[in-house]
């Protein structure tokens, strides 16, 4: 299945639960391409070469996760969602268009820490609760990528009181006062 074609499965499939289940905002969905499609996509450029594992935390309605894996069939994806309805959209989604993703229907904080190559998050929690998530499953040389707003420089200041790592921003493609942020080396303060 091509690209164009994965993608418009996913958004028919969105928009046909979307009217038993909040999955987005209402006033995005005349805009999915851009507000959450092109938000996701924009992270395949900031993936290392090598990656072969990512885990997408809080995955919701599968942004980030879910496309990356569609589009990247050659990475292991892993979308972690406590909520069971979200669990059973994202199963059937990843069916369809993403085979290599699995779901896991359990809160973060619950889930057995396994080594991945990247840990994504997208509108989940502030920086400093995203890498306490992360932090079990991004063993250097394992990076980060969160997508983040405008709040993302106090966000980095109560960050770096916990946390040690190496941080690259990337303006966002999709969001002028958005960014994300390329996150390697985490490692807590001692």
């Not at 005349?30 to 090598?50: A, K």
């Not at 929690?125 to 250097?140: E, G, I, Q, S, T």
Request: aromatic residues 6%.
């Amino acid at each position: 299945m091509k690209h164009a074609a994965k993608l418009q499965t996913y958004a028919d499939l969105l928009r046909k639960w979307q009217r038993s289940i909040n999955l987005v905002g209402r006033s995005t969905l005349d805009d999915l391409e851009r507000r959450h499609f092109d938000d996701s996509l924009q992270l395949l450029s900031l993936l290392p070469s090598e990656a072969r594992s990512l885990l997408d935390l809080g995955s919701g309605a599968g942004f980030p996760g879910l496309v990356i894996a569609a589009e990247r069939p050659d990475i292991a994806v892993t979308l972690v969602e406590s909520d069971q309805r979200k669990a059973a959209f994202l199963i059937e989604v990843a069916r369809a268009i993403a085979p290599n993703a699995t779901v896991k229907a359990t809160r973060i904080e619950a889930l057995p820490p396994f080594p991945v190559d990247v840990v994504t998050a997208r509108a989940l929690a502030p920086l400093p609760k995203l890498l306490a998530w992360a932090a079990p499953f991004a063993v250097d040389p394992a990076i980060c990528l969160f997508h983040k707003g405008a709040t993302v420089d106090a966000e980095l200041t109560e960050a770096a009181r916990g946390w040690m790592m190496d941080v690259q921003r990337v303006p966002s493609v999709t969001e002028p006062n958005a960014s994300i942020l390329r996150i390697a080396r985490l490692r807590p303060r001692i």
